[in-house]
């Protein structure tokens, strides 16, 4: 029972003995205001000592606050915090304290702040962290405090470590920068530590420079992520370790790096492997719906770009791909792989096609260029393959169109494909090479070419529903939001209707359409190629519903929806539909194919071609030859077409009073060549009506009157 007053009497006497007689004077003249840091002065000799030391400064009552919670005190830590006011402090004497007390303080504070109820700290360590780091990215500032990495005080060095470690991307950036640059072995490795501490955000900037960097550099990069164990970085130095770099010390500090993350040394097929395998994981892998920073590593210099989920993974793979082909024994089909991925990043990029990427694709000849086509196909790299299809285009030779086993070469098949972009591209590239003799899928020409001849104009959708009210309901909507809808009745009409809209982009199908049901128009939309990809809304019942749901699972391009009761409802659906296309083509760029098309119709025919099916669908030129776009070269296709159809048509529109009368003085001209090449193709009944149209036009102009002259003196002297 007397252990309590005698403890405290020893206390009171130790306390008395320890501490300097200056200390015990300022407690007996002027005693400490609170009575709990008297208490704790009177308790510890340590905190005695500090609570006499100044704290006029931010930094010293900093300092105190950080010692405190050193010793435990965070009773008078949080006392002393109060006398500290951040509010009062600028960005710049944020900053200015985090140089001077160093980042780990501050660090701590964040964690121990609410644990010790220190009130606003952690908020206020925080922002002095981030102006830190935001005046540290100053580049004066960065070159100081790398400069300061080389002192030869230890503490000095220590110090700019931790400044830099908080200075973000930019000090990342720098430091790499430095590295690559340095020749100080010392510098170096204080570059290394620093870097080591910026993980993880350094990491793919570590990626790239061991991916793009060269010797010393590249030896150092390796020894780092070696240190790291970095996995993203196993690709790399599988590769070089298995001799990808000409440099000995590279390669020795790839196996090393390798040893030391307890992965055995690999051959070069085994490094190809893993290569692949990489490959391979990212073509699967699912990536977070966000912006991700890009890094690359070129001329000694660091370089970033924010591009979208979808790109990092395309950038990534060809990264990879690259490497294949740098593997010792690279095949063929390392250096096809390297090159499809090269094409698709320059389209990506916007950038020309890399110099070693090039020499690859010319080395090619035009079967292994066709494989490479090929193979992008499968793989769906769509700028890759046209690309490969361009370049087959260009070169120009019956090669690139030969046959595999009887079957149609990969640029040939390239015209049915989903994709328009490569289907458009495969069909420029033929009539670059312009075969004068018949080929596997010949017949697939001449149904491309009419495609994109009737691909001008607004976007087609189809509206299917067995109500009649319903189709012409969500047509008329959608009428009113750009589209050209054509509503239809039953699973037929959807599926013909389908395949006869070469402006097809989307279809809204009800999900009680019948005459046949739902999936057997679906499969039936699926199985065309050029409809294969077509997004297709499943409006539907409540109780068919989960049925839609379940077919939508099985088809990347396919919801389901309930029914659409408004406008917004409609349009809801119609931008997720959007969202599905594989491309988006602008009506200037349908019609500038349409153009390019209907030129190289009027060409085949003027001039001869191997294409018997050109004929079978010429009656698409009417509905051309009204688009004011389309007008001319319209009327040079009929002009060389030679049927009884294209002869009237072209006589229909030089007698149309509506149009301008130059364009129907080229129709007369055109009606002439046609009449000039394969004869008078018209019907006596069809001769009577243009006599009709010229004594109908007494009252007309003596232009209007002029052109039908010339027309009736042309059919009179054709006999």
Request: with cysteine; glycine share 6%.
């Amino acid at each position: 029972m007397f252990r309590q007053p005698i403890l405290a009497a020893l206390v009171a006497t130790l306390t008395a003995l320890l501490l300097p007689s200056s200390t015990l004077a300022q407690f007996e003249d002027e005693p400490v205001a609170s009575p709990a840091l008297s208490e704790a002065a009177r308790r510890s000799p340590a905190v005695a000592s500090l609570l006499d030391t100044p704290r006029d400064t931010p930094a010293e009552k900093l300092r105190a606050v950080f010692l405190l919670l050193d010793l435990g005190e965070s009773d008078i830590a949080r006392s002393l915090w109060r006398e500290f006011t951040p509010d009062e402090l600028d960005e710049e004497a944020e900053a200015a304290l985090v140089r001077e007390l160093g980042v780990a303080r501050f660090l701590s504070l964040v964690r121990q702040a609410e644990t010790n109820r220190l009130d606003g700290a952690r908020a206020f360590a925080e922002s002095a962290l981030q102006n830190a780091a935001k005046l540290g990215r100053n580049p004066q500032q960065l070159a100081k405090l790398i400069a300061a990495l080389g002192d030869a005080e230890q503490a000095i060095r220590r110090a700019a470590r931790y400044d830099l470690s908080v200075t973000g991307d930019a000090g990342a950036v720098a430091c790499l920068e430095a590295l690559a640059a340095a020749d100080n072995e010392s510098l170096r490795a204080e570059l290394m530590l620093t870097l080591a501490a910026m993980r993880p955000a350094v990491e793919p900037m570590l990626v790239a420079a061991l991916a793009d960097g060269e010797d010393q550099f590249c030896r150092d990069v390796v020894e780092l992520v070696g240190y790291l164990q970095l996995q993203d970085a196993v690709p790399w130095l599988a590769a070089l370790a298995a001799g990808a770099d000409e440099n000995a010390e590279v390669v020795a500090a790839s196996q090393a790096a390798l040893t030391k993350m307890g992965l055995s040394l690999p051959n070069s097929a085994e490094a190809r492997a893993v290569i692949l395998s990489n490959i391979r994981r990212l073509e699967t892998h699912q990536h977070p719906p966000e912006l991700t920073t890009w890094w690359s590593f070129d001329a000694e210099k660091m370089q970033s770009r924010e591009v979208s989920p979808a790109e990092h993974k395309q950038l990534s793979i060809a990264r990879l791909a690259r490497l294949t082909s740098d593997v010792p024994g690279a095949s063929l089909a390392d250096r096809r792989l390297g090159l499809i991925y090269a094409q698709q990043i320059a389209k990506l990029l916007g950038q020309p096609l890399e110099s070693d990427a090039q020499q690859v694709a010319d080395s090619l000849d035009d079967a292994q260029l066709s494989e490479a086509l090929h193979e992008a196909m499968e793989r769906k790299q769509f700028s890759a393959a046209i690309a490969c299809a361009t370049l087959l285009g260009t070169r120009g030779r019956d090669s690139a169109l030969g046959s595999v086993a009887g079957s149609p070469g990969p640029l040939t098949r390239a015209l049915t494909h989903p994709d328009r972009e490569l289907r458009f591209a495969a069909l420029e590239a033929i009539m670059k090479i312009k075969p004068q003799r018949s080929f596997a899928g010949a017949s697939g020409v001449a149904k491309a070419l009419w495609y994109f001849a009737s691909g001008s104009g607004d976007p087609q959708v189809v509206v299917a529903s067995s109500v009649v009210g319903k189709a012409s309901d969500w047509a008329g909507q959608l009428r009113g939001l750009g589209y050209d809808p054509t509503p239809v009745t039953t699973g037929r009409q959807t599926l013909l209707t389908a395949l006869n809209s070469p402006r097809l982009e989307l279809m809204l199908v009800d999900s009680d359409i019948g005459r046949p049901l739902l999936r057997e128009v679906v499969f039936g939309l699926r199985s065309n190629p050029q409809l294969s990809h077509v997004p297709i809304a499943v409006v539907s019942s409540l109780h068919n519903l989960s049925r839609a749901e379940r077919m939508a699972e099985e088809d990347p391009w396919l919801i389901a929806t309930p029914r659409p009761h408004s406008v917004e409802s409609l349009q809801t659906v119609i931008e997720e539909l959007n969202d599905l296309r594989d491309s988006h083509p602008s009506t200037d760029t349908r019609t500038r194919q349409a153009v390019a098309a209907l030129t190289w119709i009027a060409e085949l025919l003027e001039d001869g071609h191997p294409y018997d099916e050109l004929l079978r669908e010429a009656d698409q030129v009417s509905q051309t030859i009204y688009d004011p776009e389309l007008m001319q070269v319209s009327l040079r296709v009929l002009a060389s077409l030679g049927t009884a159809s294209s002869q009237q048509l072209l006589v229909d529109v030089a007698s149309t009073p509506t149009l301008d009368i130059e364009t129907r003085r080229a129709a007369g001209e055109a009606f002439a060549k046609s009449v000039g090449r394969y004869g008078k193709l018209l019907t006596s009944e069809e001769i009577l009506r243009q006599y009709d149209r010229y004594n109908a036009s007494e009252t007309a102009d003596q232009a209007t009157q002029a052109v039908l002259g010339d027309l009736l003196d042309l059919l009179e002297k054709q006999k």
